[in-house]
């Protein structure tokens, strides 16, 4: 199965940003959607924002026009870029492949990551 490794989470104030990072296992990385996710604390995890094989990109709208999915595939790598950071966005984050469609992102998999925590607090 394919292994997750995130990073990049810290603690931020309000407008500030960070830079996430994923790093997976496997040669299939190339081929798959991969997603980010997050859960807050007593939530259900949420979609994010995902990014195609091709590149073509889909994002939670909570985050569209903030964060920016994108991918490295010659480092097995994938990126959430999030800008304008608000308290309503610290959670803990993850990534995964996932099978998306019009009705929605749906992870690939039971294994998750440790994921990375991203706190925006004044």
């Known amino acids: 199965q394919v292994q997750l490794v995130e990073s990049g989470g810290g603690l931020v104030q309000p407008g500030e940003s960070l830079r996430l990072s994923c790093a997976a296992s496997g040669s299939a990385f190339s081929r798959n959607t991969m997603a980010w996710y997050r859960q807050a604390p007593g939530k259900q995890r949420d979609f994010v924002a995902h990014i195609t094989s091709a590149g073509t990109t889909n994002y939670a709208d909570s985050v569209k026009g903030r964060f920016t999915i994108s991918r490295d595939n010659a480092k097995n790598t994938v990126y959430l870029q999030m800008n304008s950071l608000k308290p309503e966005d610290t959670a803990l984050y993850y990534c995964?492949?996932?099978?998306?469609?019009?009705?929605?992102?749906?992870?690939?998999?039971?294994?998750w990551g440790q994921g990375t925590q991203v706190t925006v607090s004044s």
């Open positions: 995964k492949p996932a099978a998306c469609s019009a009705r929605g992102c749906y992870p690939i998999g039971n294994y």
